[in-house]
């Protein structure tokens, strides 16, 4: 069976996630620029709501492109050791050289940060159209799971991106669909691809934006949905 990840971004998302049986959840804030890395405060909260449930922390010092520069590696290097000392599971990551391709150096310093945690490359990994070759790259790296919609806005319509990570991955890391996934297309998508996990944001409107930024939470209902499927 899939393992679903449920993006959160709060306490109260993680507690719904839970109980709605989500396996595993990525922690960061600001979705709607992608996310961003979480404070350590907010990092301890949410592993307390989320029990037995492993939190992963998105490790990305501001928006735009992935390029990490001396700053934001010290940065995002100092906000990882702080989530794993407040009991994060595993970390998220994606440093980028300009070419698009993964900085090895940077990965490097990140799995040994990572130690025995689980550490994903998020979908920096569909930058670079060379698929193949970025698998290579984590598997060399030590990188436990790539996070990835295929190179397109839906994980629906990059199936055969997908499909081709899985096959270069062999089992040698964990491919994880994720951008756009639709609870009842879970099934689908697993099948077409041959993915064995699946990501997804399950979230609802609470507050519209009325000048200071809209609010959202994690729907339990979708959740559920997509651990059924």
């Known amino acids: 069976m899939p393992t679903v990840e449920i993006a959160v971004t709060d306490p109260q998302g993680a507690r719904a996630a839970r109980t709605a049986g989500a396996h595993r959840l990525e922690l960061c804030v600001a979705l709607e620029v992608g996310g961003l890395t979480p404070s350590p405060g907010l990092v301890e909260r949410v592993v307390a709501a989320a029990g037995p449930v492993g ?12 390029v990490h520069d001396e700053d934001d590696l010290a940065a995002v290097l100092r906000d990882g050791r702080l989530a ?8 998220v990551v994606g440093p980028l050289r300009p070419d698009g391709r993964f900085d090895t150096a940077a990965l490097q310093s990140f799995r040994e940060l990572a130690g025995s945690a689980q550490l994903t490359a998020h979908r920096g990994f569909d930058v670079h159209p060379d698929v193949e070759g970025n698998v290579e790259t984590l598997v060399a790296a030590g990188v436990d799971r790539i996070l990835t919609s295929g190179g397109a806005a839906s994980a629906h319509d990059g199936t055969d991106r997908l499909a081709r990570a899985v096959a270069a991955a062999a089992g040698r890391l964990t491919v994880m669909a994720g951008g ?18 699946v990501h997804l944001s399950a979230r609802r409107l609470t507050l519209p934006d009325t000048g200071f930024g809209a609010r959202y939470a994690v729907d339990p209902d979708l959740v559920r949905a997509a651990v059924r499927a």
């Open 55 to 66: 939190v992963h922390v998105l490790l990305r010092a501001r928006p735009g492109d992935f």
């Open 84 to 91: 794993l000392e407040a009991g994060a599971a595993g970390l």
């Open 180 to 197: 756009g996934v639709v609870p009842d297309r879970v099934p689908e998508l697993v099948a077409v691809t041959g993915v064995s996990d």
